[in-house]
């Protein structure tokens, strides 16, 4: 069967339909070729809100809250980044 989804590829910037380039270099899958595009905005949107959940979960602020982590460490560490 034939993986038609789409995927994001980090090294050169463009969708690809199908996982044609390493798993290294992509992002994915996507359902549609739109959304593989958006695949950064992605990333920093589930970043933003995974290190909310890991601050509330490690009682370092209340929810909603816009306070750093607390805990002396970069709260990107582990996050991908653009």
Do not use: C
Not at 4 to 12: A, E, G, H, M, V
């Amino acid at each position: 069967m034939t993986d038609t989804r789409w995927y994001f590829n980090t090294s050169t910037g463009r969708p690809e339909q199908g996982p044609l380039s390493p798993a290294s270099h992509r992002m994915g899958p996507y359902r549609s070729r739109e959304e593989a595009m958006d695949a950064w905005k992605i990333v920093r949107e589930r970043n933003l809100v995974w290190d909310a959940q890991d601050r509330q979960w490690h009682g370092d602020e209340a929810p909603g809250s816009d306070a750093s982590t607390g805990s002396g460490q970069d709260p990107s560490v582990g996050r991908a980044n653009p």
